[in-house]
Structures are given as structure tokens and as C-alpha cells.
Nanobody
Framework: QVEVEESGGSEVQAGGSLTLSCTIS????????MAWFRQAPGSGREGVSC????EITQSRSDRFTISRDNTKNTLYLRINKLETADTAMYYC?????????????????????WGQGTRVTVSA
């Protein structure tokens, strides 16, 4: 059984930084692309950052840094210079199968396993 669990969300002031974590169990962690998404109140889900099995990354902004620790089956998202517009529920996602080593995607249609999310609230 695959389990995906995010943590690290909190209320922070604009301009600060935050690191989110996501632990995934029940699958071969190192061979799959993974990603972070977010959904703000009243908005659709959007891709934030993704990382391939070979650790090639894509992000919607250079304020976001995604990384992975295959020894701990853990995915991270560092958010710098937080803005009020970053307020959202943040979700971690991964694939149902191993992916090409250099591939990742910011499309939520590509991903099968999702966590319940961790909430980030940024105050002015």
C-alpha cells in the first residue's frame, strides 16, 4: 500500500522561508519522478516544482527549490521570500510506475499517488 504524507506547513510572515517535507512508502522511491502542487482557496490546483529520478528539476519560480533524499524516501520543497499569494494547501505527488530518468512534469494529470496536503498560510 502506497502512503504519501506531507508535513511542515505553518503560518509564516511574508518574506520568510519554509521547508515542506513529504515521506512516501510502499513503492520504489528512487526510480520515479515526483512533484509538489498547491491549491489556493477558490482556485484550481497548480504545479509548483517537479524532480526527475536523476534530480533534474523544474519550478514555476526560482523561489521554489525541490529536492529528494532517496535514502529517507523523502521529498522536500523549500520556499524562499514567501508572498501572501503562496497561501495554499501544498500536495506531494508521485507516479504509479518508474519514469524515464530525466523526466518530470508539472501537470497533475501525470501523477497517481497524492498526499492529504499541508497548509501554508502567509501573512502580510
Amino acid at each position: 500500500q502506497v502512503e504519501v504524507e506531507e508535513s511542515g506547513g505553518s503560518e509564516v510572515q511574508a518574506g520568510g522561508s519554509l521547508t515542506l517535507s513529504c515521506t512516501i512508502s510502499g513503492l520504489t522511491f528512487h526510480s520515479r519522478a515526483m512533484a509538489w502542487f498547491r491549491q489556493a482557496p477558490g482556485s484550481g490546483r497548480e504545479g509548483v516544482s517537479c524532480i526527475s529520478a536523476s534530480e533534474i528539476t523544474q519550478s514555476r519560480s526560482d523561489r521554489f527549490t525541490i529536492s529528494r533524499d532517496n535514502t529517507k524516501n523523502t521529498l522536500y520543497l523549500r520556499i524562499n521570500k514567501l508572498e501572501t499569494a503562496d497561501t495554499a494547501m501544498y500536495y506531494c505527488a508521485t507516479m504509479a510506475y518508474s519514469t524515464p530518468i530525466n523526466w518530470c512534469s508539472l501537470s497533475d494529470e501525470s501523477f497517481t499517488y497524492w498526499g492529504q496536503g499541508t497548509r501554508v498560510t502567509v501573512s502580510a
